[in-house]
């Protein structure tokens, strides 16, 4: 430049030209205008974009105060969605209003400028199918937004996220929905708003319709589920023992897994946490986790028991308290379908006996071709076709004169274990006996003085429907004999008779006769079976009346039928599919058990019994199976067991995954493995959600737990996994009880 | 004569635009600059802020948090340095009030309370905000805090 | 000739003024590159690492190019659908991890055609290279295993790298490097950067943290002044340190 001015300086003295002075000043000036210019340009550029990052930063947090507005309404009120109406929060720099559904906050940044947050629950369809529920908001808080937020923490299962791309911001029958919202889960859709263009917001004008400079969106989507409710803390709580029985064979991936969706993993119970078998060194896994048994150990492998925060479970300690009020279920205002048992023959065809499944069992095999009434089942609400039951609404079964369950089976029964061969004579498995005899052990009982004809049992609860007072049970004959019989006021007696009186060469009977000694001495010495060839049986049945187990539970099991009856489907050939609309439940219901010899499949399914609930041939044989949403609520025992016959008398076990909760009064028993010289292969089994035995059994109603009779959790399977998710016990309840919700997922749109 | 003149001109505006200019380039482009990381350092503080209250460190923090208000003392003040430049902030709270109720919004029981963070940082000076020829030099953000949010363990 | 000689004087002071001038502009234009690029790093990581969780982040070292790390490298877990980028979801509603995002920083390859000279580099009292103003952020994502199953619902194949060197290569000037196993894409988050450092955690009772300290030069201005590339750039640096929390699971 210097050369430049130089030589036309010196061109200039050489040949003056008018002008030339000026003309050199301008342009330089000119140049060095331009020059500051653009250098100014460009700072303040640079500073536009700062405050622009200031303005994406503010959009971002009003988006969050959103979120976390909702986040503390939804704690207060789980149905929450907006619709609070009116002004909700009116304070120096923050103001809030609910408009049925539509929610706007401002929130003042920087001296006078504010940041905007809207959420909008309203499809805003009142002029369309009007599908939501809600009243269009005032024309002011109609938002023009395409996200809208959906509470599903009530739902059954997932519900479809719309997005509103209808005429107007409105949600349509057409809108698109890009993902569902899972059962328990509340998705919210927050945008945040903020700059120069959102000058006219003030604490009277939350929501201008028109802005008139820049401003800078963004978009934060959370799922929030429940967290915490009263007593619900732990993957799995059991008022009684925790049991868990993993194969012998030392596999290192053989391990119970314990974890939750919320905070600490954690177990419970009101005896003893005890996992045999799997890892040798390290059975039991659970990062961070806690368990908390009656002397607080965890009877496990060494380094699980070292890994592990155990702690002494106090014995007063509340259990989550689910009611049988409080459980959604179904009433007889649902569609009814009549109690008794059903079986799917070969064909596929449904036959109907109006009688329930032990009684069911005894007469069919008196009677193997008898065909009972076939029947369809086609309604609205279930639907049979080719050994495949699809339950879409709740329904109710109706109790008839000679029954009050619901059982579902194929022709041939449905084993629980191997040697679960069913038929009406032949020892009981001893080893499943000696298990019945030691729960036996703790009915309550009192010893009436021995005579010598026998000895007696008083129970002060028995379940008078099974044995009604005058109509005593006996079984056996001859040199041996039961006798059982009820008194109008709910005691119950159990004589244990023998003319022969071998029972008294076992134990002494001059102490208190140990209810266990007697039974162990009677059906356990060879010389007395031999003499009296039903009595395992009998004490099998009499104990399965008191609710004790044993044997085939409540008449599942193998049903003995002659070569001529076609009798090879098994539970995995038949299914029974929940599949109610999105975002609802479909609800099996009965007074009495339900017993499902079958494949369990589908979401947002759900069963509830007053008594037991069994399903027996559940589970898959993938690998990798999608887990189905289901839940279970008995008030006595549940059951489930995976057993899958192979042919050839061979047996695998299938895998187990749920989703959802599974609550018993009594006992959990999981059979999803056995050691067994047919068994060829275990399954493992997996829940989220939440475990309970709550101990109740045979009370009129849920007071502590461990109160009633039962609360073990007994577990067989390659592998345990369980997740403690308090999210599907909200689902399930008719009334979520308020408590916080937490963040299981955050986006960025 | 009038041409020298004329060009005087000129030039007298483009050194004073020149001179002028500069120093407010200057200014505007170390603001820019500055600007950014004040809220950079504004996030950073209401994050480290949140994290303290998810830990609970130091214990108790997080009972204290939710049950009053800090404007005076704040909850937090102090200073740090990026680059060349000393940012002072400070950190005050807000209850939020449920109108409804005429009270606080949310309750302990439900661990729902709801509180507004102010953050505000500055760097001019350490007593004011204000610098000559830069203006404001202040960044100031707020956001709601929910209980349920910073909770470690919602389990009892 | 009095006019003359004022006129020479008046050319010589707008001469210097011009140059003053260019040099304004020109400090400008420095600072606005380079807070244009460290604005470009911040929010790609803040988006990326706001949609992770913080249990799925690591950190290590990066690649040495001249003398020392060229910088940090952070990887994580994403969950959006690679061909749509659509944010996916399991069915209880926690992110469906579909790829492994890296972010590390690098000098380039081919350096003298790029930048018509190479940097001789180097190295700070941390073992970081700090002369070079000319590091590249790069981003890439990585199927891991290699053919893990795709954005299927259900799906949760995606594992978390446990060692990324083999990804940190140098690109060939601008051009990225391909053939790694289970790359899929790489883009250049920021270009002219001095630094990009990266620590998990640096502070007891700050859980989550992720602490990012992001610096680029006014490399026109210091081309002037010093010998880019052979000597320290503190006076030309512009930084950006901030923190960003991911949810913690």
Redesign the interface.
């Known amino acids: 430049m210097c050369y430049i001015v130089f030589m036309l300086l010196k061109w200039n003295f050489r040949n003056p030209v008018r002008g030339v002075y000026f003309l050199s000043t301008l342009v330089i000036s000119v140049l060095i205008g331009m020059l500051v210019i653009a250098a100014v340009f460009l700072s303040r550029g640079s500073l536009q974009a700062s405050e622009h990052l200031t303005d994406g930063n503010e959009a971002l947090k009003a988006a969050e105060s959103g979120l976390r507005y909702a986040q503390s309404k939804l704690s207060a009120n789980p149905s929450w969605r907006g619709d609070d109406n009116g002004i909700t929060v009116q304070q120096q720099g923050l103001v809030v209003e609910e408009d049925n559904g539509n929610v706007v906050g401002i929130i003042k940044i920087n001296g006078d400028s504010y940041s905007q947050f809207r959420i909008r629950f309203n499809w805003q369809d009142d002029a369309g199918d009007d599908a939501d529920g809600l009243v269009d908001p005032a024309g002011r808080n109609h938002l023009d937004i395409p996200y809208v937020s959906v509470n599903n923490a009530r739902g059954g299962s997932p519900l479809p996220v719309p997005r509103a791309d209808g005429p107007d911001f409105s949600v349509t029958e057409v809108s698109s929905s890009p993902y569902d919202v899972p059962a328990g889960t509340v998705c919210v859709i927050v945008e945040g708003r903020s700059g120069p263009g959102l000058s006219q917001l003030d604490d009277k004008n939350l929501n201008p319709g028109e802005v008139n400079a820049a401003v800078t969106t963004r978009v934060m989507e959370a799922y929030l589920r429940v967290a915490k409710l009263p007593a619900a803390n732990a993957a799995a709580m059991a008022a009684g023992d925790l049991l868990a029985e993993l194969p012998d064979d030392g596999d290192k991936k053989s391990q119970v897994l314990v974890g939750s969706a919320t905070g600490v993993p954690r177990v419970r119970s009101k005896g003893e946490v005890t996992v045999e078998g799997g890892n040798a060194d390290d059975n039991y896994v659970s990062p961070d986790g806690e368990v908390y048994s009656r002397d607080g150990t965890l009877n496990a492998a060494p380094t699980s028991r070292d890994t592990v925060r155990t702690d002494t479970e106090d014995p007063n300690a509340a259990f989550y308290k689910l009611s049988w009020e409080d459980v959604r279920k179904s009433t007889s205002a649902d569609t009814n379908v009549d109690a008794g048992t059903y079986v799917v023959w070969d064909d596929g065809s449904l036959h109907y006996y109006d009688m329930n499944l032990p009684e069911y069992k005894a007469f069919i095999e008196s009677d193997p071709t008898n065909p009972g009434t076939t029947v369809t089942l086609d309604s609205d609400a279930m639907k049979y076709d080719k050994k495949k039951l699809t339950i879409k609404q709740n329904v109710f079964v109706s109790s008839t004169g000679n029954s009050d369950e619901f059982n579902l089976i194929p022709r041939g029964g449905a084993q629980v274990t191997p040697d679960d061969e069913g038929g009406a004579v032949g020892p009981i498995p001893i080893d499943e006996l000696e298990q019945a005899v030691k729960r036996a052990s703790s009915l309550p009982y009192t010893v009436s003085s021995p005579d010598n004809m026998g000895a007696y049992l008083d129970f002060p609860t028995a379940d008078l429907s099974i044995v009604p007072p005058g109509s005593p049970l006996i079984i056996g004959s001859g040199t041996f004999e039961l006798q059982f019989y009820t008194k109008p006021g709910g005691e119950a007696t159990l004589k244990v008779y023998d003319s022969n009186r071998l029972f008294r060469t076992g134990p002494a009977l001059n102490a208190p006769p140990d209810f266990a000694k007697i039974v162990a001495t009677t059906v356990t010495d060879p010389d007395f079976i031999a003499a009296n060839p039903s009595a395992p049986l009998v004490m099998s049945q009499i104990l399965g009346s008191l609710g004790a187990g044993g044997g085939s539970p409540g008449g599942t099991g193998k049903i003995d039928l002659p070569p001529t009856v076609d009798a090879d489907l098994t539970p995995d050939n038949l299914e029974i599919k929940f599949e109610p609309p999105k975002g609802e439940s479909a609800i099996l219901s009965a007074d009495g058990s339900i017993n499902l010899g079958s494949k369990v499949t589908g979401v947002g399914g759900s069963i509830t019994s007053q008594r037991d609930i069994r399903l027996v041939g559940a589970g898959s044989s993938l690998e990798a199976n999608v887990e189905d949403g289901l839940n279970l609520y008995a008030k006595g025992d549940i059951l489930l067991s995976s057993l899958l016959p192979k042919g050839a008398d061979k047996y695998e076990y299938k895998s187990f995954n749920m989703k959802g909760v599974i609550y018993a009064w009594g006992d959990f028993d999981a059979r999803i493995g056995m050691e067994h010289e047919d068994v060829t292969k275990w399954g493992s089994f997996g829940l989220q959600g939440s475990l309970v035995a709550y101990g109740a059994k045979n009370q009129p109603e849920l007071g502590d737990p461990g109160d009633g009779d039962g609360g073990d959790i007994r577990i067989k399977a390659k592998s345990v996994n369980l997740t403690f998710d308090p999210a599907y016990l909200s689902a399930f309840t008719n009334e979520v009880e308020p408590g916080p919700f937490m963040q299981t997922l955050f986006n960025v749109h | 004569m009038p041409e020298i003149i004329l060009s005087f001109g000129f030039f007298a505006v483009a050194i004073l635009a020149l001179m002028g200019l500069s120093l407010s380039i200057s200014r505007t482009d170390s603001k820019a600059l500055e600007t950014a990381a004040g809220t950079l350092i504004a996030d950073q503080l209401m994050g480290r802020t949140l994290a303290s209250l998810r830990t609970d460190s130091p214990p108790g923090s997080r009972a204290g948090f939710f049950s009053g208000e800090f404007v005076d003392p704040p909850w937090d003040s102090g200073s740090l340095v990026s680059g060349k430049t000393t940012f002072y902030y400070e950190l005050t709270t807000n209850q939020v009030m449920d109108l409804t109720t005429a009270g606080p919004m949310g309750e302990q029981a439900l661990s729902n309370r709801l509180m507004k963070l102010n953050v505000r940082v500055w760097w001019a000076s350490e007593n004011q905000e204000v610098r000559q020829g830069s203006g404001r030099l202040q960044v100031v953000t707020s956001r709601l805090i929910s209980e349920a949010e910073v909770l470690d363990d919602p389990s009892p | 000739m009095v006019?003359?000689s004022?006129?020479?004087l008046?050319?010589?002071?707008?001469?210097a003024?011009?140059?003053?001038?260019?040099e304004?502009?020109r400090?400008?234009?420095a600072?606005?590159s380079s807070?244009?690029e460290?604005?470009k790093a911040?929010?790609a990581l803040d988006?990326d690492l706001?949609?992770t969780t913080f249990e799925t982040v690591r950190a290590t070292t990066g690649p040495v190019s001249l003398t020392g790390f060229d910088g940090d490298a952070v990887w994580f877990l994403s969950?959006q659908d690679p061909t749509t980028g659509?944010?996916?979801?399991t069915?209880?509603?926690?992110?469906l991890w579909q790829r492994n995002i890296l972010y590390y920083a690098v000098v380039p390859d081919q350096h003298r055609q790029l930048h018509g000279f190479d940097c001789a580099g180097g190295a700070d009292g941390d073992g970081y290279e700090t002369f070079c103003p000319h590091k590249v952020l790069l981003r890439k994502v990585i199927d891991n295993p290699p053919g893990a199953a795709g954005p299927v619902v259900?799906s949760s194949d995606q594992e978390l790298l446990l060692d990324v060197s083999p990804y940190l290569t140098r690109p060939q000037g601008y051009a990225p490097s391909t053939g790694e196993p289970g790359l899929e894409s790489v883009t250049i988050a920021a270009k002219n950067l001095i630094e990009f450092r990266a620590s998990l955690e640096p502070?007891p009772?700050?859980?989550?943290?992720v602490s990012i300290t992001l610096s680029a030069a006014r490399i026109e201005e210091a081309s002037r002044l010093i010998r880019v590339g052979s000597e320290p750039l503190d006076s030309f640096?512009?930084?950006?340190?901030?923190?960003?929390?991911p949810?913690?699971k």
Do not use: C, Y
């Open positions: 006019g003359f004022v006129f020479t008046l050319m010589i002071v707008l001469a003024a011009l140059t003053r001038s260019q304004v502009w400090r400008a234009n600072s606005n807070q244009v460290l604005r911040f929010w988006r706001k949609e969950a659509e944010f996916l979801r069915d209880d509603g926690h992110p259900g502070n009772g700050w859980n989550g943290e640096a512009q930084t950006f340190s901030f923190s960003l929390f949810p913690l």
